[in-house]
């Protein structure tokens, strides 16, 4: 079963950056579109970055676009999240999931991805 590890949450003052890692234990990442969602406190978790199997294409929700970047190392079965210009209301748990990337490989539903990891917290405060 694949097993999906992030880390490098942590607490930030606003304006501030933070890159996010997920490690995933799998000999078939390379096959699989990956997305970031995130979980706010009392709100429903969202999807905000995916890309696709290759890398070479990406797609984000507007409230990250232009401030966060996704990235993925196949040779290295590692997913990131390199986020910019932090807000507060970026708080929130970070979680990584998988799924086949079959069309559309952009899709940011829940509902659709089949393994995920545990999460990482990301404060932003002053």
């Known amino acids: 079963q694949a097993q999906l590890v992030e880390s490098g949450g942590g607490s930030v003052q606003p304006g501030g950056s933070l890159k996010l890692s997920c490690v995933v234990s799998?000999?078939?990442?390379?096959?699989?579109?990956m997305a970031w969602f995130r979980q706010a406190p009392q709100k429903e978790r969202e999807g905000i970055a995916v890309?696709?199997?290759?890398?070479?294409?990406?797609h984000y929700a507007d409230s990250v676009k232009d401030r966060f970047t996704i990235s993925r190392d196949n040779a290295e079965n590692t997913l990131y999240l390199q986020m910019n210009k932090l807000a507060p209301e970026d708080t929130g748990m970070y979680y990584c999931a998988a799924r086949l990337c079959i069309s559309p490989w952009s899709s940011l539903t829940e509902s659709e991805y089949n393994d995920w990891g545990q999460g990482t917290q990301v404060t932003v405060s002053s």
């Open positions: 890309i696709s199997s290759g890398g070479g294409n990406t």
């Open positions: 799998w000999l078939n990442f390379r096959q699989h579109c």
